[in-house]
């Protein structure tokens, strides 16, 4: 039942990910004036941010609890390749959204040692790695199932 849960959270973050990348990003910047889409877009991946966190400490602690029971059945450790990859997704939500987003802010204020085109890069590049983490959880949890 764990492992099921586990699969639908991920996939469900996954595909949250997703459809902010490849579909309403683009749709945004293709039909508005730039500055009001990356109003928008910053809008939304703020909730993206938020529901990461939530998504995140659920997922950490299901990998917590089959850690403990695999470890009652004297397999497996507490550290796990599932765990590994919550915990990389989280981390690209941390440094991508709440490290990268106020520098980012203060780039285009002018301020800062990297450019908002720099710092814009990284950002997508750590949103690019989330996803492919958490399909990678995805697929482990289906080959479980």
């Known amino acids: 039942m764990l492992n099921r849960v586990r699969t639908v959270l991920a996939a469900l973050w996954l595909g949250l ?52 029971l695999r470890m009652r ?29 106020p520098m980012m802010e203060a780039a285009r204020a002018g301020q800062g040692r990297l450019s908002f085109g720099a710092l814009h890069g990284i950002s997508s590049v750590l949103f690019a790695l989330k996803g492919l983490l958490l399909l990678g959880l995805v697929w482990r949890g289906a080959e479980a199932n």
């Open 73 to 101: 059945a004297g397999q497996g450790s507490v550290l796990s390749v599932n765990l590994l990859l919550v915990l990389g997704a989280l981390f690209c939500t941390v440094l991508g959204y709440f490290a990268l987003q």
């Open 17 to 68: 990910v997703a459809t902010l990348a490849v579909v309403v990003a683009p749709v945004l910047f293709a039909g508005l004036e730039r500055a009001e889409a990356g109003r928008l877009a910053g809008n939304l991946f703020r909730i993206e941010a938020y529901a990461a966190l939530g998504l995140a400490a659920a997922l950490f602690l299901i990998e917590r609890r089959l850690a403990s």
